[in-house]
Nanobody, 116 residues
């Protein structure tokens, strides 16, 4: 069973930065894709950024502000969020897809709130 645990959310003011971290319980060599999604109140969950086969994609709304990275020493998938806006307020979820089975796994989510 793959476990994902997110951390780093919180309350910040517009223009500030946050760094989210997702601790992954399996080695990256077993993972085919990894990414971050978010869900704002009353809205559907949406893709923020995803890395698949070495290709990274970002939602247009976060391009140039957010950066996804992997820390091999800590076995985490991180999301650096700069120049935060109130519309970035949401619960952020980490997601990985296992190479062998194709199964998707999700973290429990971490709340990010950006005040204006």
């Amino acid at each position: 069973q793959v476990q994902l645990v997110e951390s780093g959310g919180g309350l910040v003011q517009a223009g500030e930065s946050l760094r989210l971290s997702c601790a992954v319980s399996v080695s990256f060599r077993y993972i085919n894709a990894m990414g971050w999604y978010r869900q704002a109140p009353g809205k559907q969950r949406e893709l923020v950024t995803k890395v698949t086969g070495g290709v990274t994609n970002y939602a247009d709304s976060v391009k140039g502000r957010f950066t996804i990275s992997r820390d091999y020493a800590k076995n985490t998938v991180d999301l650096q969020m700069n120049s935060l806006k109130p519309e970035d307020t949401a619960v952020y979820y980490c997601n990985v897809k296992i190479r062998a089975s194709g199964e998707d796994y999700w973290g429990q989510g971490t709340q990010v709130t950006v005040s204006s």
